[in-house]
């Protein structure tokens, strides 16, 4: 079976695992009409009937009370691209798909911290390890980098949450 796993968000990305072979690309991105990136609908959908996954999986976006009203219009615009791609894909080839919150599927992975007040942004960093840690043990030719060497950690999120449906599902 082919998984596929989407980190949401404009720094996010969509991966494949079929068998150990791992495909992953960073979110699709448009300009605008009004100004700074969105994610490309299309692109997604084209990304998904390219590779098509018989298991799609992606993680659940919220805001919390300390986004800003701007970033959470601008998340909310993202995330809706993102589902209208995924559903559209889904009910037109009959593939399953399940929306999972990082907690499920951190929890899953053994890659959750415990989280304490004053520790918020070191455990986030600290997840973000292991997580990055974790992937590249299952797939060390998994393509996480970028083209000038940089790690890219929404591919890395998007090949855990594929792993995630694989062992789940």
């Excluded at 998904?48 to 970033?71: M, R, S, W, Y």
């Excluded at 030719?141 to 999120?157: E, F, S, T, V, W």
Aim: with cysteine; net charge positive.
């Amino acid at each position: 079976m082919k998984y596929c796993g989407i980190d949401c968000g404009a720094s996010g990305a969509i991966a494949f695992i079929n068998n150990n072979i791992t495909h992953a690309f960073d979110m699709p991105m448009e300009q605008s009409v009004y100004g700074g990136n969105v994610v490309k609908y299309e692109g997604l959908y084209l990304l998904l009937l390219e590779h098509f996954p018989d298991f799609i999986c992606f993680e659940k976006q919220g805001v919390t009370n300390t986004t800003g009203k701007v970033a959470a219009f601008s998340m909310g615009r993202n995330y809706q691209a993102i589902i209208q791609a995924v559903t559209t894909f889904s009910r037109e080839y009959k593939v399953p798909v399940i929306c999972v919150t990082p907690q499920q599927w951190k929890k899953t992975l053994g890659v959750m911290t415990g989280k304490t007040k004053d520790e918020g942004k070191k455990n986030a960093k600290e997840k973000k390890e292991k997580t990055i840690q974790l992937v590249k043990s299952l797939f060390p030719d998994a393509p996480i980098y970028g083209k000038k060497g940089g790690l890219k950690d929404g591919r890395c999120d998007a090949l855990a949450l594929a792993e995630y449906a694989r062992r789940k599902y």
